[in-house]
């Protein structure tokens, strides 16, 4: 060993004596001890302390009990310590010896002293690295995983874990992964790994899929992953990326329902506008009499859109938004319950409230009990979970109902106002009358 150690500039080699009396010295210290230590192989071969007091106070203690250990048991001896070497560095070193027991009772150690500080500074600098890439990622929100085909091992990250709702603790596989995914989702996720795999090398992924957390919840997430294929074509390791993404969507989903409502609403225009100036024009005696009644009804549709500006993302009446939303449509024709006065609705949940109210009174107008003179609408409120509250829209004195069996965008409207803020609606096309019922968590 001590050749080969030279020759390769390994490190010291080393040839050490323990006595039965506790004494210790070294018999060889290879020619690389100067360059290693900062001292003479010959010096410390006089003086085994010039060694051993190098090594730092705060390390002696751990260098001394692993001696012994090795020493009582015969075994190999491997430590690494800091050391000052004469001119004030501190280096990192390896000490590795291997026992060979004399029949006086001795013990000769044919041992390797290797710097380890650069290494160490490296590990440390990958550690630093990783620390940092790891809370930049947390910032983020990224979570990462693995997946080790050729062993079937799957590794996330805590974060990765905690996007699909599982504990730090938990124990990942693909099994369990794909247990997860949305069932509807899972040929999304197997095409989109399957069309990397059959690359020649493999290659690159990114899918947006739902999984169904433990809890129940439904969350989007985006995946963006890498496959690297083994030299037969077959996969080998895949790398990835997770990123939560059910604000993003929840958000996409409301500006189409926004945007299609516009569109709705374009489309319908006309035939309010039609249908109020004919509902005013009745019974007036006068032009002029007509011109202010269809004047104050045109004014409380535009007073209408001021809903959102006026919620302010701010908690509001409910009463306040339910009277705002049909006054276009004759708040004389309504029967408000006052108990609507208790109730407080979150900003967001107005905003839908307003599109869910406008697209019944439309439908009332156009159909319903508002289509003619005698029709009345009643709002009351109704029991409902607790966090939560529930009024009934019921149409009485209108014409006969007849359930339609094309979903129009009037009636997705109608069931999608409210999903994203927590809400629903069901509806009952009773031939006495049309009736809606609204569920939604209230303002805290």
């Given amino acids: 060993m001590r050749p080969s150690a030279d020759a390769t500039a390994l490190g010291m080699a080393f040839v050490s004596e323990s006595r039965p009396d506790g004494s210790r010295r070294f018999i060889f210290a290879g020619p690389r001890c100067l360059g290693v230590n ?91 690295q990783r620390r940092r890439l790891e809370v930049a990622a947390d910032a983020t929100g990224l979570g990462f995983w693995e997946w080790d085909v050729e062993a079937d091992r799957v590794v996330w990250s805590d974060r990765n874990k905690h996007l699909h709702g599982l504990p730090a603790d938990a124990e990942v596989t693909v099994e369990s992964y794909v247990a997860l995914v949305h069932p509807d989702d899972v040929a999304v996720v197997r095409n989109a790994f399957e069309a990397a795999r059959d690359r020649p090398s493999g290659g690159d992924y990114s899918i947006e899929h739902r999984i169904v957390a433990p809890d129940g919840e439904t969350r989007w997430l985006s995946s963006h992953a890498r496959v690297s294929n083994a030299a037969d074509g077959q996969a080998r390791l895949v790398v990835g990326t997770t990123l939560d993404i059910t604000e993003r969507r929840a958000a996409e989903e409301r500006r189409v329902l926004v945007l299609g409502e516009l569109a709705h609403r374009a489309r319908n225009f006309m035939a309010v506008i039609m249908a109020i100036v004919g509902q005013s024009a009745r019974g007036q005696p006068t032009v002029e009499s007509f011109r202010q009644v269809l004047t104050a009804r045109l004014q409380a549709m535009a007073t209408s859109q001021d809903l959102v500006t006026a919620a302010g993302g701010q908690p509001v009446v409910l009463a306040e938004v339910i009277a705002r939303s049909v006054t276009v449509f004759g708040l004389g024709r309504f029967d408000l319950d006052g108990a609507l006065a208790e109730v407080t609705v979150r900003g967001d949940m107005a905003v839908g409230m307003g599109l869910l109210l406008h697209e019944l009174g439309t439908n009332a107008v156009k159909y319903g009990a508002l289509s003619n003179d005698t029709g009345r609408v009643a709002v009351a409120l109704k029991p409902a979970d607790a966090g939560r509250a529930a009024f009934e829209w019921r149409e009485a004195g209108g014409p006969a109902v007849t359930p339609s069996t094309r979903q129009g965008f009037g009636t997705r409207l109608l069931q999608q106002a409210l999903r994203n803020q927590g809400g629903k609606v069901t509806f009952d096309f009773s031939p006495r009358g049309f009736s809606a019922r609204v569920d939604f968590p209230v303002a805290p």
């Fill in 38 to 128: 900062g001292v003479e192989g010959e010096a410390v071969m006089r003086d085994a302390a010039l060694l051993y007091d190098m090594i730092l106070p705060g390390h002696r203690a751990a260098f001394a009990a692993a001696e012994a250990d090795a020493l009582a048991n015969m075994r190999p001896f491997d430590i690494e310590v800091a050391m000052r070497r004469p001119d004030g560095e501190v280096r990192w070193h390896r000490f590795a010896s291997l026992p060979r027991p004399q029949p006086d009772g001795s013990v000769l150690w044919d041992g390797l002293q290797i710097d380890v500080t650069d290494r160490r500074r490296m590990a440390a600098e990958l550690i630093e």
